[in-house]
């Protein structure tokens, strides 16, 4: 049986799945009324990125909806912006766009966004090229992510 059970897991990488084992335990301490990221994806397309991005909502509870989602330097200037045009319910949701990444930039913020409270709950950094991911729990207000970038620094 134990072998059964490793054999998967060995094909799917040892990072892939301390992600998806971090995204599962920390599900329950998550603000809901925010729009959380929860999982990022970003992968080469040409000459820009395509990012997959997820987001845990309460759209059921709440009087807004996560309506978008966007992909900012980190400086704080948007990339590229995902509009949701519907409530997606109490549950993580996946939505992709392509993005113009501009050349040379290491690090990216994927931040969700909510109708009621604006940006806030859990955002991520990505790390370009190799395209790992850190999620940072921002609080209910949106704030800076630079010091989660080695050196601080957006390139």
């Known amino acids: 049986m134990g072998r059964n059970l490793i054999a998967p897991l060995a094909r ?3 990072p892939l799945l301390a992600a998806m084992l971090c995204q599962a335990a920390t599900a329950a301490d998550l603000d809901l009324r925010e729009a959380n990221v929860t999982g990022v994806d970003a992968a080469r397309a040409g000459a820009d990125w395509r990012f997959s991005v997820t987001l845990f909502h309460d759209d059921d509870g709440e009087p807004g909806y996560a309506n978008w989602w966007q992909v900012e330097s980190l400086d704080g200037h948007r990339l590229g912006r995902r509009d949701l ?3 997606h319910g ?3 949701f996946t939505r992709s766009a392509v993005i113009h990444i501009p050349e040379g930039t290491r690090y990216v913020v994927v931040r969700g966004h909510d109708q009621s409270h604006g940006y806030g709950g ?3 950094v990505v790390a370009l090229p190799a395209a790992s991911v ?3 729990r921002q609080g209910p207000d949106r704030r800076d992510l630079g ?3 080695d050196g601080g620094g957006g390139r």
Do not use: N
């Open 122 to 124: 859990q955002a991520a």
């Open 90 to 92: 109490t549950r993580r």
């Open 147 to 149: 010091s989660h970038a």
């Open 85 to 87: 045009l519907h409530p």
């Open 12 to 14: 799917i990488g040892l």
């Open 134 to 136: 850190e999620l940072v």
